[in-house]
């Protein structure tokens, strides 16, 4: 039986403030790849950025931490909303994309 922080989750992230043209994309891939999640970060047309977390609990919620109070060094966020979040047996992703 795993631990319960070794569950899997899946969770979709929308992200508003100033999170275009500021790095926000290749940081959140980076700091997902150093937690060892999986997923992918994505511009929207509506000038927020968008995406999907997969890993470990333990892993996810200080990513969900990251993405709400962190981000890259000149955004500014204004809100991070979570949602969808589901147990999940498998990744399905291989690695963290960024998504033109």
Same mark, same amino acid.
């Given at each position: 039986?795993? #631990? @319960? %922080?070794?569950? &899997?989750?899946? $969770?979709?992230?929308?992200?508003?403030?100033?999170?275009?043209? +500021?790095?926000?994309?290749?940081?959140?891939? #980076? @700091? %997902?790849?150093? &937690?060892?999640? $999986?997923?992918?970060?994505?511009?929207?047309?509506?000038?927020? +950025?968008?995406?999907?977390?997969?890993?470990?609990?333990?892993?996810?919620?200080?990513?969900?931490?990251?993405?709400?109070?962190?981000?890259?060094?000149?955004?500014?966020?204004?809100?991070?909303?979570?949602?969808?979040?589901?147990?999940?047996?498998?990744?399905?992703?291989?690695?963290?994309?960024?998504?033109?």
């Amino acid at each position: 039986m795993a #631990a @319960e %922080g070794d569950t &899997l989750v899946s $969770v979709d992230y929308e992200i508003f403030g100033k999170v275009q043209g +500021v790095f926000f994309r290749k940081y959140t891939q #980076a @700091e %997902g790849k150093k &937690l060892g999640l $999986v997923g992918w970060v994505q511009n929207t047309d509506r000038g927020t +950025v968008k995406g999907q977390l997969q890993g470990p609990i333990s892993k996810v919620r200080p990513m969900q931490e990251w993405l709400q109070r962190r981000g890259s060094p000149k955004s500014h966020i204004d809100r991070a909303n979570f949602n969808n979040e589901k147990v999940i047996s498998k990744l399905d992703y291989a690695d963290f994309q960024i998504v033109k």
